[in-house]
């Protein structure tokens, strides 16, 4: 039996308050003990320190990121072969898991075979929830290439499908379960990224809606929407949509829904927040950008005020901008849209957890629960920074076994 043996500042999301002066005691792949370190168990163990000031907390999980494998992809075809953006993903993924992120869930194709490859231990990475190609209606959110016919759009792109009316939404949604999709995303609104679309577009018709969310239920799983104008928002909610990523420019309206209803909100902030400032982006992009950042600070406010759980989601790409050694940013991001630095650890830990699907094996410090755990060099409760880059992440420890130290 394998023991790791931690001591340090326990910050545990689902406790008010950390524990100073703390131990954590990992056997195999488990945690054992979570508590003060006088009364932690003797054993035999490796032992890692917390450097001054450090602190242990549960290994981040970022619950909406694009694994495209571009940026690493080469020059070859201009980096387009979907052959070599997968392995500049297993590349990426070894990024994510220096910067502390042990769990993500991922939009794209590349997700379903990078999951596989990590599960069967042949890839250095977090374990990854796969979602498949995103689906939007043709001239909608990730309709990028106008110039294409949707039938070629659908069988060059490797990050999104088109599709329209009933019964082209229920085939292209089992399309992705057909390939390991774990759960399904939609854009339901128009974005920011997009040409042809404004942001408050509604995209799917109430009828595509029922039939996509239905077809997922029968999967026995759930539908995610990108959402950046209310209206959309709101038709997707009344579907039955559970999670809403960005969820930008939200009305009281939707927040009550998602309230009774139980849905999340998957953060990107930092994106929010900053795109508009961004370099490179065309004109039409950053005057889209501009309406958000406002905007989604008032969406904070009020599912904070309404209970709404809000989880940790970057929409990083590893780009230039969105450096996967950086998504530790979204943290801080949240800290300045007003959350309080214990809510933006929850949002990255045991409510990402949640939305995985799996809280109750991952997102705290809970005997049992499997070991994803990270040691970073500060206190994020007083220094939100000390999440933000993986220069700061000190230990990295994943089912039990250290994947990084720098102790």
């Known amino acids: 039996m394998k023991r790791i043996l931690l001591y340090g500042r326990l910050i545990d999301p689902l406790k008010e308050e950390p524990l100073e002066n703390g131990a954590l005691l990992i056997e195999d792949s488990r945690i054992v003990y979570a508590g003060p370190a006088d ?4 054993t035999d163990a490796v032992i890692y320190s917390c450097p001054p000031d450090g602190s242990i907390l549960p290994g ?7 694994l495209s494998g571009e940026e690493n992809a080469g020059s070859f075809a201009d980096g387009r ?29 590349a997700g379903l075979y990078l999951s596989r490859g990590v599960e069967r231990g042949a890839i250095r990475g977090p374990r990854i929830v796969p979602g498949g190609k995103v ?47 774990k759960f399904i995303k939609i854009c339901a609104t128009g974005g920011v990224s997009s040409p042809t679309d404004r942001v408050d577009d509604v995209q799917f018709s109430p009828e595509e809606l029922r ?14 929407a990108h959402c950046t104008g209310y209206e959309g928002a709101y038709q997707a909610l009344l579907a039955g949509v559970s999670c809403i990523e960005h969820g930008v420019m939200l009305t009281q309206r939707e927040i009550d829904l998602m309230a009774e209803n139980g849905a999340f909100l998957v953060s990107t902030l930092w994106i929010s927040l900053g795109v508009a400032g961004l370099p490179g982006l065309p004109d039409w992009m ?7 950042a406002e905007a989604n600070k008032k969406t904070i406010a009020m599912a904070r005020k309404a209970g709404i759980r809000i989880a940790l989601g970057t ?17 801080e991001a949240m800290v300045r ?41 500060g206190n994020p409760l007083s220094d939100i920074f000390c999440l933000t880059h993986a220069d700061h992440v000190k230990l990295v420890i994943k089912d039990g076994k250290v994947e990084k130290n720098t102790l």
Do not use: W
């Open 337 to 377: 849209a007003g959350m309080t630095p214990m809510e933006s650890i929850r949002a990255g830990t045991i409510n990402a957890a949640a939305v995985m699907g799996m809280e109750n094996s991952l997102g705290s410090l809970t005997p049992g629960k499997l070991a994803d755990v990270v040691i970073v060099d």
């Open 60 to 66: 981040f999980i970022d619950v909406h990121t694009h």
């Open 39 to 42: 009364g932690c168990p003797q």
């Open 81 to 109: 072969m979907f052959g070599d953006q997968l392995i500049g993903g297993v590349y990426q993924l070894g990024l994510l898991l220096d910067a502390g992120f042990t769990g993500l869930r991922d939009m794209s194709e």
């Open 315 to 331: 929409d990083f790409s590893n780009s230039p901008n969105t450096p996967y050694l950086e998504n530790g940013r979204e943290f």
């Open 135 to 181: 689906l939007s209606i043709t001239s909608g959110h990730v309709d990028g290439n106008p110039e294409m016919t949707p039938e070629y759009f659908n069988s060059y792109s490797h990050t999104s499908m088109l599709c329209d009316g009933p019964d082209g939404c229920v085939r292209a949604v089992r399309e992705q379960f057909r390939m390991g999709a």
């Open 286 to 292: 950053r005057e889209k950008a501009q309406l958000c």
């Open 211 to 224: 039939a996509i969310v239905e077809e997922a239920k029968r999967h026995h799983t759930y539908v995610c």
